[in-house]
Nanobody, 130 residues
Framework: QLQLVESGGGLVQSGGSQTLSCTASRFTLNYYAIAWFRQAPGKEREGVAC????????NYADSVKGRFTISRDNAKNTVWLQMNNLKPEDAAVYYC???????????????????????WGQGTQVTVSS
């Protein structure tokens, strides 16, 4: 089964940093745009960052701009989400997701949409203590 696997979640203090990783089992990420989403209890899943298959284009939700950075290394088949200056409202389960080729979510300023990505990981919990 083709699968994405997230890692790197855990407990971090408010103002701290954390890096999440997303790798793929049984397929290469090279041809896919990758996005990070998050979902807090009782809330809808929210797209926070998205990166093109080459890594040359990225887009961020306004809530994380300037604090989060998405990057990738196709040789390592890995995408990262570097999160700095974490706030309690960043606490959520974080998911990575893959969408084939170019997706509209990559357009600067556009909402990163769940429906544009069809392969998902199981998620990793990020907890931010105040």
């Amino acid at each position: 089964q083709l699968q994405l696997v997230e890692s790197g979640g855990g407990l971090v203090q408010s103002g701290g940093s954390q890096t999440l990783s997303c790798t793929a089992s049984r397929f290469t990420l090279n041809y896919y745009a990758i996005a990070w989403f998050r979902q807090a209890p009782g809330k809808e899943r929210e797209g926070v960052a998205c990166i093109s298959n080459s890594g040359g284009t990225s887009n961020y939700a306004d809530s994380v701009k300037g604090r989060f950075t998405i990057s990738r290394d196709n040789a390592k088949n890995t995408v990262w989400l570097q999160m700095n200056n974490l706030k309690p409202e960043d606490a959520a389960v974080y998911y990575c997701a893959a969408g084939a080729g170019w997706v509209p979510s990559l357009t600067h300023g556009e909402e990163i949409k769940v429906g544009e990505f069809d392969r998902w990981g199981q998620g990793t919990q990020v907890t931010v203590s105040s």
